[in-house]
């Protein structure tokens, strides 16, 4: 594998992107002075900073390398991320969800959980989302390392140690304020860098049409091929993408994931945290035209003899990773790979400062205050804050040579979702629309939601379970099992909630106002026209989404 | 504080001159390996994008500060 001769002015550019985000983390710290600062960049953004932020940070590794790749290996199926799978979850946060976090004034997302319910709830949460977050954290680090090995040629180790110590140095000076700053450059970046492949490898194949008549019909389609698992690249069938996916999933992660809804708890009032989320699922839903379509291509590409294209080999199996970066090498000229590569570390950066910015949060808050020291200091936390952003990511650069042993980046990130945010979303949705949801209901339902997910992963790994047995169908890819093993841990969690929930005591209603439906005051709309409203925007996007899966159905 | 428009107006700009530049630069002294659709010159007009975009960004956030 022949690696790139960056030129100087390939050079210049990533120094640029280098220096500007260490820069903006050396500028941001002068204006970070306490713990609200530091933890909620001082709850002081507009919608739109808090919009992009907030699709900026799930824009990393997962969706560049990852779903390029898997859009190779799966076919256009991989659009369901961003359209089922995410725009309906943005929606009802922003819509539904937001008033009880927002308006209770948290920090964290285990935060609502210690109000709604008990401390041990909030513990089980913090803990399992701090595991969670280093592991993502890894991730982001390994697919860096792939760009970096694949582009220049660098050792892995050094690799991974210079990206973390970059995203270390401007995350422990300003916390959130500076990841959310480097979230937005990384965003324009991204866009400006990336959107160029899809663009000359359209010209090269000869436009979107001839993408569609080029590729296998099972690759082309969203839902016409979803009643039969054996029918479509993904094999697995419409319910596993609804229930599993577009349900649990989604819901799981967008609505209570606090790496995501960290930025929208980051905003100036209720309505910008409202429109936080609504506002990003409209850049949400373009992103397939960077990663789908690049992922098409790549495909016609490969099978297209004479076309000098093909994926990586990585110890006998297939590099789906390496689409994206290939790619990129055979388009792009001296200045503009250093765009490409800029904005590919971009993208990782992104999702790593996002995780450690979100893991300094919940191990100050949910653990070291709520175990620790319950009267530290705002000068205390801070301090922890910043000493817990170094040792994230440390341990993160160990969680990456563990993800190293993955083939594909994504199936490894559903795994990890599935045992954390599926059984949540059940306890969160519970918890803010039932009042008679007791405290002992959550914490034995989270706890035998994210041990039947645990339970089921190592049964398929160790082969002591059928994989037809969780997705009900014959045919069951690696991706269909995780989609239906979220689906089945939230359900034994929401079961097993309401179960528990009959027999134990009860929390007084005073003590959940502002956190229940019902039991909350509803949003004051006064004076606020409806094209402002957060409501106006989410019927828009409802109404591109509904569109866009018509079209491609 | 500045707001973050104005540091992605910088950003981009300073990107998009390089861009440019080295796109110019190839337009007429052609590199000895090309890459496919060298002839498009996308150096030059996605520089172009890039740098009248930075442009845009600094110069309606030059004046304005955040709290």
Redesign the interface.
Same mark, same amino acid.
């Given at each position: 594998m022949a690696t790139f001769n960056l030129s100087i002015v390939d050079w210049l550019i990533l120094a640029i992107y280098f220096g500007f985000i260490l820069g903006l983390g050396y500028y941001l710290k002068r204006f970070t002075k306490s713990q609200e600062d530091y933890f909620l960049a001082g709850r002081k953004n507009s919608a739109w900073v808090a919009g992009i932020a907030f699709l900026s940070a799930n824009l990393g590794a997962l969706e560049l390398l990852g779903m390029t790749g898997n859009t190779y290996k799966y076919g256009m199926y991989v659009a369901h991320f961003y359209w089922i799978g995410a725009i309906p979850a943005m929606l009802f946060l922003g819509l539904y969800m937001m008033p009880f976090y927002y308006s209770s004034k948290i920090h964290s997302v285990p935060g609502y959980l210690k109000l709604r319910f008990d401390e041990r709830t909030r513990v089980l949460n913090g803990i399992a989302f701090g595991v969670m977050t280093l592991l993502v954290s890894g991730i982001n680090l390994y697919a860096m390392a792939l760009v970096l090995r694949t582009f220049l040629g660098w050792d892995w180790n050094v690799s991974m140690w210079v990206s973390a110590a970059t995203v270390a140095f401007y995350v422990t000076l300003s916390g959130l304020m500076s990841a959310i700053f480097t979230e937005i450059i990384q965003f324009f970046l991204i866009w400006f860098g990336l959107f160029l492949v899809t663009i000359l490898g359209l010209v090269e194949i000869g436009g979107v049409s001839q993408v569609l008549t080029n590729i296998p019909a099972s690759f082309g389609t969203l839902w016409s091929t979803s009643a039969d698992a054996s029918q479509n690249g993904m094999a697995i069938t419409w319910a596993g993408i609804v229930l599993g996916l577009g349900f649990v999933l989604s819901f799981g992660y967008w609505t209570t994931d606090f790496l995501v809804v960290q930025r929208a708890f980051s905003a100036k009032n209720l309505r910008a945290a409202r429109l936080t989320p609504i506002i990003a699922s409209f850049p949400k839903m373009a992103v397939p035209v960077i990663v789908v379509l690049t992922g098409l291509i790549a495909l016609i590409l490969a099978k297209t003899p004479g076309s000098g294209f093909a994926l990586l080999q990585d110890g006998g199996h297939v590099n789906y990773d390496s689409t994206l970066p290939l790619l990129i090498m055979r388009y792009y000229p001296h200045g503009l790979v250093g765009l490409g590569v800029s904005a590919l570390l971009a993208g990782f950066m992104a999702g790593q400062a996002g995780n450690i910015s979100a893991f300094n949060t919940v191990w100050t808050y949910d653990v070291y205050r709520a175990i620790i020291n319950k009267n530290a200091s705002d000068a205390n936390l801070m301090w922890v804050g910043r000493i817990s952003t170094v040792i994230g990511v440390v341990l993160s650069v160990v969680t990456a040579y563990w993800a190293k042993g993955f083939p594909s980046i994504m199936d490894y990130m559903q795994a990890i979702f599935s045992w954390v945010n599926a059984p949540l979303f059940a306890t969160m949705l519970l918890g803010m629309f039932v009042v008679w949801i007791t405290p002992a209901g959550a914490f034995w339902g989270l706890l035998a939601g994210m041990g039947t997910s645990i339970a089921m992963f190592l049964g398929v790994k160790f082969q002591w379970i059928d994989p037809a047995r969780i997705t009900l169908s014959n045919t069951a890819s690696d991706m269909a099992v995780n989609f239906w093993r979220a689906w089945w841990a939230w359900l034994v969690c929401f079961l097993v909630t309401i179960l528990i929930s009959l027999f134990t005591e009860k929390k007084p209603k005073e003590e959940l106002v502002g956190l229940v439906k019902g039991l909350t005051p509803e949003t004051a709309r006064d004076g606020i026209p409806f094209i402002k409203r957060p409501e106006f925007y989410a019927i828009l996007s409802v109404v591109v989404l509904v569109v866009l899966n018509i079209y491609f159905w | 504080?500045k707001p973050?428009w104005y540091?992605?107006g !910088?950003? !981009?700009t300073?990107?998009g001159i390089?861009?440019l530049?080295?796109?110019v630069y190839?337009l007429f002294i052609p590199?000895e390996q090309k890459? &496919? !659709?060298?002839d !498009?010159h996308?150096?030059v007009w996605?520089?172009a &994008?890039?740098l009248f975009?930075g442009i845009a960004f600094f110069l309606a956030n030059r004046k304005k500060t955040?709290?």
């Open positions: - | 504080m973050i540091f992605v !910088l950003f !981009l300073a990107t390089i861009v530049a080295s796109g190839d590199p890459t &496919v !659709l060298a !498009l996308a150096g996605w520089g &994008v890039i975009s955040v709290e």
